[in-house]
């Protein structure tokens, strides 16, 4: 499973950061993979998603040592030598599943930018990339609209928050409860193995209840780190531990 990450920087110091998995697969061959490169001139790093064989190994390492016009492919939104590499793969015809992906963080002029590049060239600038295919997981926690009824502010918008009116909301909004998984435990030894499956199937999925619950906050709690104080009025506070306290019991003991 591939897992690619850029954000841009959008307050304080201009910056990208950038982060990946190292996992490569080929059949049921496990691998270690460097995912994250940097080019001679030190100017653009870049992420990579997708087949990796002896042609993406080559555009590459072509990469690293700057025989292509980097400065050039952003300003003109166009990376021919990506698409000439996918269109190679699908020996010109239609589109499938073999193709690579890039992303690139650039540092032109001090300026840090940062960038998608699709599989038929076009090059798009963004604040936010995830690729690959555990891409889904990071959508989950960085889309996330459940922030657990705090705020980050610094010492100024506290003390106008402790002076002002604040208001707290009366309701909170129900969860959908979640589809229980049923075991059919089943006595003949045929039937073992396929409930060892669905023993496995479910412990998974309920790791995965628990993921959800749990790792929200703590995205929440990493965010605005520049801010030193968190806002979470009391009764809301009690109101959305509870709740969390009686999901994760629900998914341990249930």
């Known amino acids: 499973m591939t897992t690619v990450l850029g954000l841009k920087a959008e307050k304080g110091k201009k910056g990208i950061i950038m982060a990946s998995d190292l996992q490569g697969t080929a059949g049921d061959q496990k691998s270690i993979i ?10 653009a790093v870049f992420g990579i998603a997708g087949i990796y064989d002896q042609e993406f190994e080559n555009f590459l390492e072509e990469l690293k040592e700057d025989k292509y016009d980097i400065e ?8 021919p030598e990506l698409l000439g590499l996918n ?7 239609i589109p499938d599943d073999t193709y690579n992906g890039l992303f690139l963080a650039t540092n032109f002029e001090e300026e840090p930018k940062l960038y998608t590049c699709w599989p038929l060239g076009g090059v798009e600038e963004r604040l936010g990339i995830y690729m690959g295919s555990g891409s889904q997981y990071v959508e989950e926690y960085l889309d996330s609209d459940f922030d657990f009824g ?4 610094d010492e100024d918008e506290l003390n106008n928050l402790l002076t002002g009116d604040v208001t707290t909301p009366d309701e909170i909004l129900a969860i959908k409860e979640k589809l229980d998984l049923i075991l059919e435990i089943n006595s003949t030894c045929d039937g073992a193995t396929e409930v060892k499956q669905q023993y496995d199937e479910l412990l998974v999925a309920k790791m995965d209840e628990i993921e959800k619950i749990v790792l929200p906050l703590l995205v929440n709690l990493k965010k605005n780190k520049v801010k030193d104080y968190l806002y979470w009025p009391g009764t809301q506070r009690e109101t959305q531990c509870e709740l969390q306290i009686q999901k994760l019991l ?4 249930g």
């Open 150 to 153: 705090f705020t980050a502010v």
């Open 34 to 43: 460097r995912k994250l490169h940097i080019n001679k001139s030190r100017n």
């Open 250 to 253: 629900n998914i341990t003991r």
């Open 87 to 93: 269109l190679n793969r699908w020996d010109n015809q």
């Open 72 to 79: 050039q492919i952003v300003e003109t939104g166009i990376f």
